[in-house]
């Protein structure tokens, strides 16, 4: 794996204090990160990618970034329809292109953008619109994110089912414990 994902920053500090390497994304919204807490090390070297969920998250991390003198790799996660975190729709340009201004480029790096489908075991015209909704935002942005931006959005379900959902990552969740959906 290229990057592991975890929900929250004591589960990423495990990870690290186990010795592990590999990048490693935490879901839930950060807001703050003890100095002394693992992950704190992780956020300054860069090991460590945070998700932003919305304007005023975007504003806690800059803050943070500008706190730790640390420049911080995030992804944007988009609500297209789980209502399970992310920004909304209306709101993820904006919250990306901020991300890109030249003069952000001192304290947040854009290094994903993501979305959640809401039921890739057995609904494909949803989560093609909600495929559909990602690709429209990531069009409309004044300035392209980099080739080495992930964009993601395949779960398990999806990775199994529909290539067109693999986009430059998969995030395989219940593969790894050997379940497969039908």
């Known amino acids: 794996a290229q990057l592991l994902s975890v929900y929250s920053p004591d589960e990423a500090g495990e990870l690290l204090a186990a010795g592990v390497t590999t990048p490693i994304l935490i879901l839930a919204p950060v807001y ?64 990306i292109e901020q991300i890109l201004l030249p003069t952000r480029k001192a304290d947040l790096r854009l290094t ?15 989560t093609r619109l909600q495929h559909d909704r990602l690709d429209g935002i990531l069009r409309s942005l004044s300035t392209p994110i980099r080739p080495t931006c992930l964009v993601h959005e395949a779960n398990t379900a999806a990775m199994v089912q529909w290539d067109w959902s693999h986009r430059n990552m998969v995030r395989v969740g219940l593969a790894w414990t050997g379940t497969v959906p039908s």
Request: proline residues 1%.
């Open 32 to 95: 703050s990160i003890d100095r002394f807490h693992p992950v704190y090390r992780g956020l300054s070297s860069g090991l460590i990618h945070l998700v932003v969920h919305g304007e005023e998250h975007l504003r806690a991390l800059q803050s943070l970034a500008g706190r730790y003198g640390a420049r911080l790799n995030v992804q944007v996660k988009i609500d297209t329809g789980l209502h399970r975190g992310g920004c909304e729709m209306g709101d993820a340009k904006s919250l």
């Open 112 to 126: 994903g953008v993501m979305t959640h489908f809401v039921s890739a075991v057995d609904d494909e015209a949803l």
